[in-house]
């Protein structure tokens, strides 16, 4: 890894601008990602995010716009991006018909790492993660967790100072969602600098920095707590029998901004002035026996929803 | 330079593992092309004989037959059948029962003894020219000498002095294949055309398939070159379709009794270049196909034809147009059998195959710079 | 069967095809272009053959041969070396094709009425042009016997043979006539088998076989659908490659149209459905690929198309029989060349229906064993 300090700029990029035919899939966007930060793109199928990612990687040529990685431009300077970061694509970029141990030899090779390098750290890596048994197994006979591991550890082969993951956890087992996040927490620690980007709200927590991707434009960005603090009043959950009846009653109610189901939950978003848990209790109220409501934290899809619902067209950022 | 040794190095040792994993495809690479050129060897070849002759006697006299004993006694003619009446040449030739007939008229002797020329007709089958044109030939060769074996003895009977007559002779000789044996001349160029074809088809799709994977974007963020990839890709192709080649030779040599009279150093030198340039027009059509399936059929269709018809191998290419002799030259199984019979037959060296061996050395370099240059700038698209 | 389902599953595959623009290209503007550059070399007649006259006699009779060899057509005399030696290189350069040879002498022999020797040497590496240019050779210098022995007085009086000898469908011996038609299917039978093999392949890859077989379509519906705009735009390029070719040509056309039209239509027929049939039991696209590659080779070199069957080896002819191309070159050369009708070339046609029918039964089993797996 090379030397880089924290305050400096890792990804910083202006107005770009991406079309596919007649979508535009990118528009007059811009973005700065710390050195050191872990930042995540939110945002739903089709917003941007493989589009903004695959840029800076240096893969996709911008229609318009530039982009500087560590100072050097990823359409001009790629020779000097491109040992520096190491990219993990959404679909599965492996060979499948080599194994674990070779797919992770070739491109490190490919990469210029040394072989001794190539030996030490495809151990490590593979005992980290927990594939050294699966060393000789040919990718295409891995889980999808398993896949998504090995592709990260490709990535890490040649030590790279900036991560670009796009959707490592899609399709993935929660339990190794959950490693994985581990392995990331790891790599901040080393000082590395992540930009990831995921569908899963709850993985937002885990990022020092986010930002909302919506049709092609950036809505939101800061730091998950600025990104709370937007919302306005406060959560509460509501478990009952009933929960999508609960859920149409409570939408009419007065102090209600909105509610969802999450799971067999109602979550709802209180901006009345009165106290929620009396008001919700007392308009839900009577027959149901099992009904009980209490305070929950705000979490992320909350507020995506809200930001959603209420924001209008344009990208006023929070910057951090 | 010695980073860039190592990354096709490593591609080479990829593409080795693919291959070796896939033991059909490594069959029908390298086992078929010889299997395929054994049968076609035995099966086709231009030479003509025992073409199949109806003789239709009108006159039935011993004048006549002898005139048709000198088919029966010609190698090239077989009287098959003998018949009465000319329907009967119709429906011969009809159902390819006979290639050539012969018409016999009533008075054949009649006019012969009354010291006339007698008419009579032969009749050849032109719906396959190949052969109907050798007929023709030694039809007319036939009767030639009939005639002018008559000639002679009708002189010497009437005590005529043809000493003053003189007569010219011919004595063919025919170089490097002396027993016009038509193997020998298609082997060579039968050798270059399988292997054309089998080995467009396999870098077709070598390109695409890295695009369908996906691995084609970790290529990307690599230092890795595109032409660096590109030979990367083709040195297992090649060193396979190599082998191909030798083992064609070997066997060639000792099953059908291919000569090799020029500079092996020439053949295997060509060899090598062909099978580079060859993989590279597949190169080429991975790197503009839009998808594996249009790739494998613009393989197919580019390959194919063209190797049958435009290299030399079965239609003499100094007869066409010009501009189709120059398109001819884009394809590289024209100059691949011009080495071929070179070496095999006419004992070529360098000195006569120069022109051809640099020719495949510039296709096979425009091919893979061409290859690369366009693959590139798809993939960042 | 439901011919509600059949057509819907004809509206996708055309839908399909049409945002392939790449794919119609193939089919109709390939083989035209392909019809038109390969009509030129497979039409090509022996003649013209680069000749080198080595003239050692320089006489009256030597100059007197040359000169028939000139006119003749068949010989172009491109170079006159003045020893044998300089030959060497000519023929192994390829410049030269046939030398004639006059040995010093010539005249003397022939005036003393002796037989003067005259050399004639062909490049035997083209199998064609040595049997050819030998025979032609032999021709002239027999003409030229002939033309002496009349000189002297003496042929008039003699008897002898007069052979007419004729050609019959073809008498120009021209390639083209036989060359085309074959030529047309040849391209038909490529572009048809490439593109069909494919068809079936890139759905399994991309799972959409599996899709269909959990809907209530049946095998024999699903191929239909599968088959028709496909056989549609086959009897498209059929029209227009012929048209091309008969006309750009000008192949004399001295039989049936109908008789020809139905031969390609059933080769046509025959072609789609092996295409079809590989693309069925292939996996893969490769696996197609080497099916179509490993059918191809052998029908292109043992049908007939350019290497004459006559020519094979008895334990090879029967296996020609195997091969649909074979028949359908029969039937083209046939109507083409001989003007045979439906009556003379039913043999042929009842054969090409017979392989197309146990194809498309084939097929319909492959794709049942599909849906079952």
Redesign the interface.
Known sequence: MQSTSPGTSAISARGLHKSFGTTEAVIDLDLDVATGAVYGLLGPDGAGKSTLI?MI?????PDAGAAEVFGHSVTDQR?KV??R?G?M?Q????????SVA?NLE??A????VSRADRNSRAKSLLESMGLAEFANRQAQHLSGGMKQKLMLA?TLMHSPDLLLLDEPTTGVDPVSRREFWRILAGLHREGRTVLVATPYMDEAERCTHIAFLDRGRIRQSGTPEQIKAQVPGRLLEVASAEPRRTLAAVVALPGVDSAHLFGDLVRVLWTGAADPIEALTAGLGGTDASLTVRTANIDMETVFAYLAENAPADAAAVSS | MKASLTRIGAVTNKEFKHLLRDVRTLAAVVLLPVIQLLLFAYAISFDVDNVPTMVIDYDKTPASSEYVRAYDASSFFKVVAHGDTLNQVDTAFDANTARVAVVIPAGFGETIAAGDKAQVAVLIDGSEPNSAKISQAYSVALNQLYDQSMTKSWAASQGLDLSGIGALEPRVRTWYNPERNSTIFLIPGLMAVIIAIVTVQQTAVTLVRERALGTEEQLLVSPMRRTELMVGKLLPWTLIAFIDVVMVILLGMAVFGVPLRGTPLVLALGSALFVFASLGMGLLISAVAPSAETANIMALMIAFLPSFLLSGLAFPLDQIPVVLQWFSGIFPARYMVTISRGVFLKGSGFAELWPELLTLAGYALVMVLVAARLYGRKARA | MSGKRIRLLIWKEFTQLKRDPMLVRLLLLMPVIQLVMFGYVVAADIRHLSTAVVDLDHSVASRALTDQFASSGYFTINARPTSEDDLRPLLDRGQIQVAVVIPAGTQDHLDRGETAQIGIIVDGSDSQVSAVGSGYASQIISRYNRQVMTDAGVSVAAPGVDAQIRVMFNPTLDPINTMIPGLIAAIMMISLMAIMSQAVVKERESGTLEQMFVTPIRASEYLIGKLTPYAGLATLQMLIVAAVGILWFRVPFNGQLGVVLVGLALFMLTCIGLGLLVSLVSHTRQQAQQAMMFIMLPTMVLSGFIFPIASMPPLIQPLTNLIPLTFALEVLRGAFVKGSGFAALAPQLLILAGFAAVIFTASIIATRRRIAE
């Open positions: 695959r990687a240096t893969v996709l040529t020779g491109t040992p970061i990219y694509s679909r599965f970029s492996m060979y499948p018909d080599l070779e070739f491109f090779t490919v990469r210029g490709s």
